[in-house]
């Protein structure tokens, strides 16, 4: 085992959310291409992975959390857009944001005052991003003080997804008072926004092929295999440090 891999939630579940940044088709596509990624990666892992919205999943089994935790953050690419018709080469931006899966005792220790929730109902996405259901059924509630929102989709229920959406809130509140060593949930008062171009790694498709990371400097040449799901010299170099 990595030393890395001895924090308190390492050894749990982990819910992951895709964020695309500023640049329209081309970053929505990236942050796509970046949800496939991690799933291919769990699947060769062995994991359980549970899509619970267009770019957000709970990924089960052992030391997940402990193993994507430093996958967090910004991610760039690189490529000539498929969205140009004058084939232009274009950089595009996505945020990886990894949180543990708390257990249900912990999260009832967390009371978020209604009057701090927005909540908003919105049609189920199939497939594609078509709207399969005729009732509002998908969930999404966005904590005021913070900005901090999370969705679900996968119930069938607006009831279920409504809880399923305020159970996840509550553990990206909880990582968050974590990593802020907040002792109240009152004491998170700072709009949390992502910021674009501290990225952790790159991925250049064109003019050459080339997967580096920006901290450990671990790199490959072949960014199709690492878009495939094939990143374990990239976490392994993480978890080293």
Known sequence: MFKALTGKYDNGPAHLTIYAGVGGDDAKDWAGMLFRMYIKYAQKRGWKVVQTEDLGMEVYGEFVYGTLKHEMGVHRLVRISPFSSKQLRHTSFALLEVVPIFQDIEHKKLIIPPEDLKV???????????????RETAVRVVHLPTGISAASQQERSQLQNKEKAVSLLKS???ALMIAQQKQQLSDLRTK???EWGNQIRSYVLNPYKKVKDHRTNVESSQP?????GELDKFIEAELQL
């Open 120 to 134: 908003e109902f919105s049609r189920s996405s199939g497939p594609g991003g078509q709207n399969v259901n005729k």
């Open 172 to 174: 990206k509140l909880m």
């Open 224 to 228: 199709d295999k690492v878009l495939a």
């Open 192 to 194: 949390v926004k992502p």
